[in-house]
């Protein structure tokens, strides 16, 4: 492991260690090993974070630590070396690291430096005075000790911070290419779910894909970022967010994509994103767009397929309704209605009543009677977004009614 570069100092700075005695190494000796023992006994019951650490590797690397970061301070006195050798500077940067790879805050390992250093300095001290030196050498010994332990902080800081960052760069690309999996589509169910987990993003029961333009700026980006997945385009950047519940949706993703030209698709399962970008990149090209704030594609839908090719909607409606054709006008148009609120409300019987002003047991008749007649369609993502689409071009009169 790559050792951290020792910090530059001016040509004129002493250690605090080069006015101590060169001999008082060796006559502190006798008291280190009591020392160690206090300190791999006592830091596990100062810092709540290790309690429950004391044994295993926790233990191993803390007597590793005590051993070499002693050993280390008491080859100082009387010299003008720098604090760390690049051996014990590798190992503390060790330490550190592993923090943050045992999910500890980087103010554990610092409780921990602190607290030893006031055993170390309380123990060495009355040494001190039990063999008679004077006070300045106690003076001396504790500055010594809180500089060698600001070096040790400082090191172990230093590589906590590069363990993070590293960790962040290669999440960001995992989650870059869930993304681009989720997007791209066809992919089963099973390794979508361990890509997800590689990436530490747990997949939510509703999605959106939001396409912004390249420029977007960077606060926009990092809000989206934190808040769920980013892949960049050529010509645009696209963000995978969590649609989960109705309540307040719309303006949670508002106050995440703030005051730019960008477009939410619909929100859509997993298995539909491909559908949901689609969707919005047809209509991010449109006039819809060009507004300079966020609209939301659902709104539109009727728009999006007219973009194409208006008889596109018109066939597609007639392929997928074709369930109800055999229905009087008043029967289709009252199962269309109740179809429709059925998958804006991804199935609640709730507010699919409330909508339509009904009793929830009309709407379970209603319901049974279209799974009479759509059977398993109602099952499959893919059929369900087509009946939406058809469905919304019907009230919105895209499409005339039969």
């Known amino acids: 492991m790559a050792s951290t570069p020792a910090p530059t100092r001016g040509t004129d700075w002493h250690p605090p260690w080069l006015s101590l005695p060169s001999d008082l190494p060796g006559r502190l000796a006798p008291a280190i090993p009591a020392i ?21 590797r926790y233990g191993e690397n803390l007597t590793r630590g005590v051993t070499a970061a002693l050993e ?18 590798a190992l503390m940067a060790y330490l550190g690291a592993g923090e943050f790879r045992e999910g500890r805050t980087m103010d554990a ?27 300045s050498v106690v003076i001396d010994l504790g500055e010594s000790i809180w500089a060698y332990i600001d070096e040790l902080s400082s090191v172990s800081a230093q590589a906590y911070a590069g363990a993070q960052s590293a960790r962040a760069g290669v999440l960001e690309r995992r989650r870059t290419d869930l993304a681009s999996a989720l997007v791209r589509g066809g992919m089963e169910e099973e390794k979508i779910q361990r890509l997800a987990g590689i990436a530490d993003w ?14 977007a700026e960077a606060d926009t980006r990092d809000r989206l970022v934190h808040a769920g997945l980013v892949m960049e385009g050529d010509d645009e950047l696209v963000s995978i967010l969590d649609a989960s519940g109705d309540r307040g949706r719309r303006a949670r993703l508002l106050g995440l994509i703030g ?22 990149h047809t209509l991010a090209g449109q006039e819809a ?9 659902e709104d539109h839908l009727a728009r999006v397929a007219l973009g194409a090719e208006p008889r596109v909607v018109e066939e597609l409606a007639a392929r997928v309704l074709a369930p109800l054709a055999a229905l009087s006008g008043a029967k289709r148009a009252v199962l269309e209605e109740t179809l429709l609120s059925w998958l804006l409300h991804w199935g ?12 929830p047991q009309t709407v379970g008749y209603r319901m049974g009677r279209l799974r009479e007649l759509f059977g398993n369609a109602l099952e499959d993502p893919d059929a369900r977004f087509d009946l939406e689409i058809a469905l919304r071009a019907r009230r919105e009169g895209v499409v005339p009614a039969e």
């Open 348 to 359: 609640q019987r709730a507010p699919i009543a409330a909508e339509l002003s009904v009793h």
């Open 289 to 297: 767009a060009a507004v300079g704030t966020p609209v939301f594609a």
């Open 202 to 215: 747990r997949l939510p029961g509703r999605l959106v894909v939001v396409v912004l333009p390249a420029d």
């Open 36 to 56: 160690m023992q206090r300190i791999i006994e006592t830091v596990p019951e100062q810092i709540p974070a290790y309690v429950s650490a004391r044994d295993g």
């Open 72 to 89: 280390q301070l008491m080859s100082l006195p009387g010299t003008a070396r720098p604090a760390l050798s690049p051996e014990t500077r």
């Open 109 to 135: 390992l610092l409780g921990a430096y602190r607290a030893s250093a006031r055993i170390v300095f309380r123990d060495l001290s009355a040494e001190c005075a039990r063999l008679g030196m004077g006070m």
């Open 259 to 280: 005051d730019v030209p960008a477009v939410v698709g619909p929100a859509v399962d997993w298995r539909l994103v491909p559908h949901s970008y689609r969707v919005a």
